[in-house]
């Protein structure tokens, strides 16, 4: 069964405590993102990978870390200097190059107190 | 940087009506997506179209593309209460070597049963 997953579902945190988010995928795919959500908006990028060992910055990605140690794993950390963190965050992958569409997982809520 | 807009923001239709949904870019595109979101959940691929193609169909969804224009618009055909959920375009384009795509604020559809 093919897909891509992330845990936990809901997660809570106080704040200034850095958490982490995983994200993995059995489809063979080279290229996997993070993205944020907030209530009523679209996503945000914050950072993505192209290949192991390699990633880039996407457009909100100050307070964030991320690791592209297998093909199948790209957890995303959310430091204390992340100034909003309570959002929704969707994980996705993609074979790399035009015209491929991104397979999203089930997103994790995070709240932050 | 949002390079899809979508329009409306919200859209209530009565059961066996016609939704359609449009939206606008700013710069050249290698290709236009459309996603799906239930509340809560990951974003579903629903279809793509090139930025050579004008039309594309899938069962009752139909994508138009007018690059001239910079816009795009899904329609989907005798909607059911099953297509409530919120719609994204998102964009990438030639000049991006990264591939990453660009989503929109999305149109939240309503289906009335």
Not at chain 1, 52 to 61: L, M, R, T
């Amino acid at each position: 069964d093919g897909g891509i997953t992330q845990s936990p579902k809901y997660l809570f945190r106080k704040e200034g405590q850095n958490v982490t988010l995983s994200c993995e995928q059995n489809l063979n795919h080279d290229a996997m993102y993070w993205y944020r959500q907030d209530p009523g908006q679209g996503l945000r990028l914050i950072y993505y990978s192209q290949i192991v060992n390699d990633f880039q910055k996407g457009d909100i990605a100050e307070g964030y870390s991320v690791s592209r140690e297998k093909k199948e794993s790209f957890p995303l950390t959310v430091t204390s200097a992340q100034k909003n963190p309570t959002a929704f965050y969707l994980c996705a992958s993609s074979m790399w190059g035009q015209n491929h569409e991104q397979y999203f997982g089930p997103g994790t809520r995070l709240t932050v107190t | 940087s949002q390079q899809g807009e979508e329009d409306p923001q919200a859209l209530s239709i009565q059961e066996g009506e016609n939704a359609t949904m449009n939206c606008s870019y700013k710069t050249s595109i290698n290709n236009l997506q459309w996603y799906r979101q239930n509340s809560g959940r990951g974003l579903v691929h629903l279809i793509l179209i090139r930025s050579n193609e004008r039309e594309k169909h899938s069962g009752r969804l139909r994508v138009t593309l007018d690059t001239s224009k910079k816009s795009s618009s899904l329609l989907i055909t005798a909607s059911r209460a099953a297509d409530t959920a919120s719609y994204f375009c998102a964009t990438d384009g030639p000049m991006d070597s990264s591939y990453k795509l660009i989503f929109g604020s999305g149109t939240r559809l309503l289906v009335r049963p």
